[in-house]
């Protein structure tokens, strides 16, 4: 679609077109979502349609039929006619699926197979089996020729509810960010809010670790990778025999300075989750796990969980754990400490500090008096990028500022 | 914005600019603002990631103004796409100057006296952001850096406090990041964050409260519904209360 600015005229409402043959053969209902939840919505809404639209039932169908994209949650049965097919749906809707017969599963993806002829099922009965055939073929995936069963009919697309989108927050609440404070208890009860003049009043956070045991009724992921992440090579060996079953990769090695290998290690960690993304759906895994040692300077640690931050933000699935690592604790112990994190996928920046496990939050800086700057009378100061913007840039003038919108 | 606080808030400081392309009339410009303000002010064109072009450089300062007490690294690339778009010959052009150029300069000024070493890193780094994941890794990296220069100077092989600031975005202009006009038509009707009035300068006006291991601190700016929320946020967070 070409940029730019776009305009829209409505001369006159399209005619509608015409009914279609008021059919009272039976018809197959099909239904398909991408997710459990968004075909449980899909039948709620389509079973409210039906009972208040008056459109022709063969019309309704051959919509289902030939107006949707194939997703991988199925439901199909064959009702003889549009008051069968609202009380099949209000049942289902009720979740008395056990009451009715329906076919219902998960396809694959892309699922290759024979076309089925929807053309050789139209002449039998109800009582036939035939149209019960095609439903079940197209919830195990199989390509159907929904055509074929119209052919000969007038048929029209009619209105249906739209696609129940799953709502996903992109935004970035304050809730995800949880602030605490560092102050002391007594500064934290008696002044809960803090009170800041400060003119700009910049916000000021540093990052804090909290200890947080694993939680016990945990639920991990159905599946994870564990990428070991610039780990001494013997460390590494150690922890993926420790970690048995669980599929992990070795990626980098470890070397004095923070410099040295970090590009090479961020480019082969991107590139291997690039390529998990591109792959096929089923083969990745649930949750990913990015383990790196904990070590003083932590750039790589702080790197990767940059990284898993972004992710969390542009992918839904897998979850994207970044945890630290203490080099000094046994193998099977660091294997046991990743397992226990696994199952509490909401934490997605974990330490182990010795026994200790802690996860990152954002700890807002005290507001304290204004004291001199640190520039020296006659000092040098070197400022590199300075002209791109920072260095360079002059004060401004106080901008209007609608609140926070995007921090950066 | 550091030039002009340093050029308005010491007197007869030198600034140097350093960047990668050779002088235009933006360098000319910013020269003449900081000039203005009562520093002398040069600049000088420099790839960060150039190790030895980066010692000559630091040796002629030197001779010619004295010492070096203070680097600020503010450079910074980006190139942003979904991970699963990235190409990754592209991610070398965002992790060299952040992370390569970080390590160069502080090797380079190994030997100098110097009060402070500041990176200018981004909030991408602190949270990750869409589109960043390069960008957000480089930027931890700094942050990390800084923890390890820090160590360095407390086992006496580097001075100068070191710290790296997560930023906020600027606005964004072609070529680079925001340089902050308030009067382009441009820039009119964008998103502004407001690091600008004197924010990087409080960072370190207020280091007397400023936790002393501290190695990194994000900067969110923000108006009073900015300020509240995150009050609330902290009400949710009452407990547990970490030691200070």
Redesign the interface.
């Known amino acids: 679609m070409s940029p730019g600015p776009k305009g829209h005229v409505v001369v006159e409402e399209a005619p509608p077109s015409p009914r279609g043959d008021d059919d009272p053969s039976p018809q197959v209902v099909a239904l398909s979502a991408r997710t459990p939840k968004a075909l449980s919505r899909m039948i709620r809404d389509l079973a409210a349609r039906l009972a208040e639209e008056d459109d022709a039932f063969a019309d309704l169908a051959f919509t289902l039929q030939t107006g949707r994209e194939g997703y991988e949650e199925r439901l199909a049965f064959v009702a003889a006619s549009r008051g069968e097919a609202l009380a099949t749906l209000s049942a289902l809707a009720d979740e008395r699926a056990a009451a009715v017969a329906v076919f219902r599963g998960r396809t694959r993806r892309g699922g290759a197979g024979a076309v089925l002829d929807g053309a050789e099922a139209v002449a039998h009965s109800l009582d036939d089996p035939a149209l019960d055939d095609l439903a079940r073929a197209w919830v195990e995936g199989l390509p159907v020729n929904w055509r074929g069963l119209h052919r000969g009919k007038t048929r029209r697309r009619v209105a249906l509810p739209p696609y129940p989108l799953d709502p996903i927050s992109?935004w970035?609440p304050?809730?995800r960010?949880?602030?605490?404070?560092?102050?002391?208890?007594e500064r934290?009860?008696t002044r809960?809010?803090?009170v800041?003049e400060?003119?700009?009043?910049?916000?000021?956070?540093?990052?804090?670790w909290?200890d947080k045991p694993v939680s016990a009724e945990g639920v991990s992921p159905s599946s994870r990778l564990v990428l070991l992440c610039g780990l001494p090579a013997a460390l590494a060996e150690g922890l993926q025999r420790a970690l048995g079953d669980a599929p992990s990769r070795v990626i980098g090695a470890q070397s004095a300075?923070?410099?040295d290998d970090?590009?090479d290690v961020?480019?082969a960690v991107?590139?291997l989750?690039?390529d998990l993304?591109?792959g096929p759906e089923k083969l990745r895994p649930g949750l990913v796990q990015l383990v790196a040692p904990k070590t003083?300077?932590?750039?790589?640690?702080?790197?990767?969980?940059?990284?898993?931050?972004?992710?969390?933000?542009?992918?839904v699935s897998p979850v994207f754990q970044s945890i630290a690592i203490d080099p000094a604790v046994d193998a099977v112990v660091r294997a046991r400490f990743l397992d226990e994190d696994s199952r509490c996928p909401k934490d997605r920046l974990i330490r182990h500090d010795g026994g200790h496990r802690q996860v990152r939050?954002?700890?807002?800086?005290?507001?304290?008096?204004?004291?001199?700057?640190?520039?020296?009378?006659?000092?040098?100061?070197?400022?590199?990028?300075?002209?791109?913007?920072?260095?360079?840039?002059?004060?401004?003038?106080?901008?209007?500022?609608?609140?926070?919108?995007?921090?950066? | 914005m550091f030039a002009h606080d340093i050029a308005t808030h010491a007197r007869h400081p030198t600034v140097v600019l350093i960047g990668r392309s050779a002088a235009g009339n933006l360098a000319r410009e910013t020269l003449a603002v900081l000039e203005k303000a009562g520093a002398r002010a040069v600049y000088h064109a420099l790839d960060v990631t150039d190790a030895p072009a980066a010692s000559v450089l630091m040796a002629r300062l030197r001779a010619e103004h004295g010492a070096i007490n203070g680097m600020l690294r503010t450079a910074g690339a980006i190139q942003d796409a979904l991970l699963v778009r990235k190409d990754m010959a592209t991610t070398v052009r965002v992790f060299a100057p952040k992370a390569l150029g970080a390590m160069v300069l502080d090797a380079a000024t190994a030997g100098d006296a110097l009060d402070l070493f500041v990176c200018f890193s981004s909030l991408a780094g602190l949270l990750g952001n869409l589109g960043q994941s390069d960008y957000a890794m480089a930027n931890g990296f700094l942050d990390g850096f800084a923890a390890w220069r820090n160590r360095r100077v407390d086992r006496g092989k580097r001075t100068g406090r070191t710290l790296s600031i997560d930023w906020p975005l600027w606005l964004r202009r072609p070529g680079g990041f925001g340089r902050c006009d308030p009067g382009d038509p441009a820039d009119a009707g964008r998103p502004r964050v407001a690091p600008g009035r004197g924010a990087g300068g409080r960072c370190f006006a207020r280091r007397s409260v400023l936790p002393a291991d501290l190695d990194r601190v994000g900067a969110a700016s923000g108006d009073g519904g900015g300020r509240k929320r995150s009050a609330g946020a902290m009400r949710r967070w009452r407990s547990p209360v970490p030691p200070t």
Do not use: N
């Open positions: 992109h970035l304050a809730g960010v949880p602030l605490i404070p560092v102050e002391t208890k934290v009860v809960a809010v803090p800041v400060d003119e700009d009043e910049t916000l000021l956070l540093r990052p804090l909290l300075d923070p410099g970090f590009m961020a480019t991107m590139t989750l690039r993304l591109l003083p300077c932590a750039a790589l640690t702080a790197g990767l969980s940059g990284l898993a931050g972004t992710l969390a933000q542009e992918t939050r954002l700890a807002e800086l005290p507001s304290g008096p204004a004291l001199s700057r640190p520039w020296r009378d006659g000092g040098c100061y070197v400022i590199s990028g300075g002209l791109g913007g920072w260095g360079g840039c002059s004060p401004m003038t106080s901008p209007p500022m609608p609140g926070i919108r995007r921090w950066f």
